[in-house]
T-cell receptor, first 115, second 110 residues
Framework: KAGVTQTPRYLIKTRGQQVTLSCSPISGHRSVSWYQQTPGQGLQFLFEYFSETQRNKGNFPGRFSGRQFSNSRSEMNVSTLELGDSALYLC??????????????FGPGTRLTVL | SQKIEQNSEALNIQEGKTATLTCNYTNYSPAYLQWYRQDPGRGPVFLLLIRENEKEKRKERLKVTFDTTLKQSLFHITASQPADSATYLCALPGGYKLIFGSGTRLLVRP
């Protein structure tokens, strides 16, 4: 069974630009959660999608948005990039909604650098 | 608000010894707790889940305890190996999402 895939793996952008990251969950998983990881803040929850609906959203500005398609693939978008958005962006998939006693399967992440 | 604390200082131990990592939480009564391992530049990997009615859980060289009175979980790796060197994260459910601790880095010296 293929794992969670994320594209691209690395990305360099400049301030003010926007970026779209993609996540393909494990086949059959309908929950996709996104996290931002930085050395100072650790793993911070961005949002979760389940069956194309956003179930929960973390404490991030509106520049961070996402969506999920009918095949469960998910994208997240960050507009008007700031230097502080440089981070490892991780997505995780699960067979049931996040918060249930299920493990999360993480992708390898997308390393975003904002110059 | 819910708060999870893990020792931010790295744990440095000799190969063969038992590593013990701590996860403390406040303002919280989670139904379960999870532990993950993360290697540099990679996503976390699930290791163990322990429920509130379970005192202890084992998997090969790993052991997790869950003390709901102390609001603490201990994660043990027995007979540690250099390959166990990584960052270990605990995670608890909170409001339809998992909340992760900041992780503790473990370094096992050969």
């Amino acid at each position: 069974k293929a794992g969670v895939t994320q594209t691209p793996r690395y990305l360099i952008k400049t301030r003010g630009q926007q970026v779209t990251l993609s996540c393909s969950p494990i086949s059959g998983h309908r929950s996709v959660s996104w996290y931002q990881q930085t050395p100072g803040q650790g793993l911070q929850f961005l949002f979760e999608y389940f069956s194309e609906t956003q179930r929960n959203k973390g404490n991030f500005p509106g520049r961070f948005s996402g969506r999920q398609f009918s095949n469960s693939r998910s994208e997240m978008n960050v507009s008007t990039l700031e230097l502080g958005d440089s981070a490892l962006y991780l997505c995780a998939s699960s067979s049931i909604p996040s918060g249930g006693d299920n493990e999360q399967f993480f992708g390898p992440g997308t390393r975003l650098t904002v110059l | 608000s819910q708060k999870i604390e893990q020792n931010s200082e790295a744990l440095n131990i000799q190969e063969g010894k038992t590593a013990t990592l701590t996860c403390n939480y406040t303002n919280y009564s989670p139904a379960y707790l999870q532990w993950y391992r993360q290697d540099p530049g990679r996503g976390p990997v699930f290791l163990l889940l322990i429920r509130e009615n379970e005192k202890e859980k084992r998997k090969e060289r790993l052991k997790v305890t869950f003390d709901t009175t102390l609001k603490q979980s201990l994660f043990h790796i027995t007979a540690s190996q250099p390959a166990d060197s990584a960052t270990y994260l605990c995670a608890l459910p909170g409001g339809y999402k998992l909340i992760f601790g900041s992780g503790t880095r473990l370094l096992v010296r050969p």
